[in-house]
């Protein structure tokens, strides 16, 4: 299978064409590869949402999501992107209605800190200290979600 | 449970499918676009115009290119980048170090930008505002005590 797409791109001579068709096929793999991890967070997500852990999580963390202006569920959101990435963080958000200011912060928060697991040993293979920046991160994410939080509005 | 398994399971059955299509939304222009770029070595001349940016950052030239791989396309691609460079020619413990900060702060717009876009999110905050907030951050550490010392340890 491989062998006969390696020979039918050998024939092909535009190079916008080969891209086109690599483009197609790695970002269909890797939508599968990705949906592994989607889907299950995303069910898990919904359980959690209907399920008598919601209202006591949402009495924990209220007080902490208030610093960054956020609805008590986004921690679902929020905690989901730590330990998996940005495609977990959305995968959570799509069980939940947040409006376009909350999901930003969100966004914002999860961006600068998440997959930790994963990033931390890209950062040791390429010579970083790992733990050093994962306090960097930690403090970038409350520094950003506060800011963006409180002044998302004006930017939207 | 606060509301039926009827509701509970149609919900996601639904929330599902949506997941599904969203991704393909965006994996597959992403990757098309990531080769477009690819084969033909955009990041590689935008960085070329950018290099004039890495004396605010406290960075050598030669950190420019990762760092523009890394913040374009995403963080592996950039770690890939810096490896290949340091295999040649060794960049300073600053340089990487600044490089990090840049890189963990923000990488991979493209990919986060359509993907939280298509998720409801304010696409020039995720990217415009990140990318600005991670040059800031980085300027100011260049500037730090922690940083300068690394560059008086390695004269």
Known sequence: ?156 | MSESWDVIFREMLDGSISTVLNLLKVMVPLMILTEVLMTYNVVEKLAKKLEGLAGIMGMSRNAIFPLMVGVIMGVSYGAGTIMEINSRNNLSKKDMMLFGVFIFMCHGIIETGMLFGIAGASVIVVTLVRLLLAFVVTVIAARTRWIRNLEKQQQ
């Open chain 1, 1 to 156: 299978m491989k062998e006969k797409y390696a020979n039918f791109k050998a024939g092909i001579h535009s190079r916008l064409l080969v891209a086109l068709m690599d483009g197609t096929l790695k970002g269909l793999k890797t939508a599968v590869m990705l949906l592994k991890i989607m889907i299950p967070v995303y069910l898990i997500v919904v359980l959690i949402k209907y399920s008598p852990v919601m209202p006591w999580l949402q009495d924990i963390f209220s007080p902490v999501m208030k610093i960054f202006n956020l609805p008590s569920e986004a921690v679902v959101a929020v905690v989901s992107g730590f330990f998996t990435d940005e495609y977990g963080v959305v995968a959570a958000l799509s069980g939940f209605d947040f409006t376009m200011a909350e999901i930003t912060t969100v966004a914002m928060i999860n961006l600068t800190m998440h997959s930790i697991p994963v990033e931390s040993a890209i950062a040791r293979k390429i010579g970083l200290p790992a733990g050093k920046f994962f306090a960097f991160r930690v403090c970038m994410a409350v520094l950003v979600g506060i800011m963006i939080g409180w002044m998302g509005g004006v930017l939207l």
